[in-house]
């Protein structure tokens, strides 16, 4: 916590001193470096962000949105300036359009003895930061929706395995087991992807309800990420 001790000196002319601060401001600046994989993914309303997050916000109080124009692997320099003392989080977050944080994918805490006078300094590394590797982390690896509970390489419901590293290969062009006239992933065309139709209404060939797997405030975004990741070209 800062201590903000502010004095003001009013006058009867109404002259207001300028205040004294024991940690001289109110805000400062943050400096992140790091290679950005797979920005150039991002379609629609979602984005990643360099933010930062106070402890009872999920609104970020600052940030900088990566451009999605980028190369492949970009390299990025970005600096945020006028970041609230109060920040406790500097993050690489998955936000919407209202700057809600939807999921973390790095973070740096802000030490308690930080001095605000100076930049504060961070190296992200490499991160991978594409839209379909997000949905992986989150949906089909998530600990919450857990999809590959079910569907594991060794244990395939509907023959589809989700697992890590070949999730993207059974969903993309891969017709579905359970509605063989249908295709689990259409890219760029989510109402005839069976993925997406499971996801949201169900199917009464499956034999399992997943649409209450989103139910979670945590995963109910995703639902509309996994239909822009389709319909932005379902890209890896
Ligand atoms: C509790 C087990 C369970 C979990 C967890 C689960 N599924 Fe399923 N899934 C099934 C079963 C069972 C079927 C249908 C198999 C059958 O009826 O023979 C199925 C079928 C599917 C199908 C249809 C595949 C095809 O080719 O027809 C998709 C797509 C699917 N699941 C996606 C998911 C996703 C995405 C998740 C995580 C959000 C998930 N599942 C989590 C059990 C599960």
Redesign the pocket.
Known sequence: MVALSLSFVSCDDGHVDDPVYDDHSETYTVQITGTFKSLNTWTGTYSVAAACFDEENAYSLIQKVLPSTATDSTMEVLTLAGVPTRTKTVEIALVNSLRKRIATLYSYNIPENQRYTDTIKIDVGTLNVGMFGAINQF??QGTG???????SSERA????D?SKENAYSN?VG??????TS?T?VVAGDADNS??YK??TEG?E????S?PG??ADDK?APFIDIIKEWINGGAKE
């Open positions: 949906i089909f929706t857990n999809c590959s509970r079910c569907h419901a509907a023959n589809l989700l969903l891969v017709l579905s087991t359970k509605d249908k689990r069976f993925l499971v996801i199917d060939n499956v034999g399992y997943h797997l989103f995963y």
